[in-house]
Nanobody, 111 residues
Framework: EVQLVESGGGLVQPGGSLRLSCAAS?????MTWVRQAPGKGLEWISSINSGGSSTSYADSVKGRFAISRDNAKNTLYLQMNSLKPEDTAVYYCGTLTGGYWGQGTQVTVSS
């Protein structure tokens, strides 16, 4: 079983940056970040393969967010730059196979 624990969320002003982390136990999986804004459904944000050589992004975050991983530390990251109020959401990391998900971390973008 894989356990995932997100961290790094918080309150940031528009235009600011945050880096989310997702600490994972177990073997390396292809990983993903999704988010859920208040009153809305889940939105896929980004994915990365097990080796970290291939990434993909939703249009809504392309050019602003960057996914990466450090397999030696079993940690997945999401660097978020140029944050906008519409990025406010609970962010979850998960495995692309196996159905493992973290508990989520709140990101609030507000002045």
């Amino acid at each position: 079983e894989v356990q995932l624990v997100e961290s790094g969320g918080g309150l940031v002003q528009p235009g600011g940056s945050l880096r989310l982390s997702c600490a994972a136990s177990g073997s390396a999986y292809a990983m993903t970040w999704v988010r859920q804004a208040p009153g809305k459904g889940l939105e896929w944000i980004s994915s990365i393969n097990s080796g970290g050589s291939s990434t993909s992004y939703a249009d809504s975050v392309k050019g602003r967010f960057a996914i990466s991983r450090d397999n030696a530390k079993n940690t997945l990251y999401l660097q978020m730059n140029s944050l906008k109020p519409e990025d406010t959401a609970v962010y979850y990391c998960g495995t692309l196979t196996g159905g493992y998900w973290g508990q989520g971390t709140q990101v609030t973008v507000s002045s």
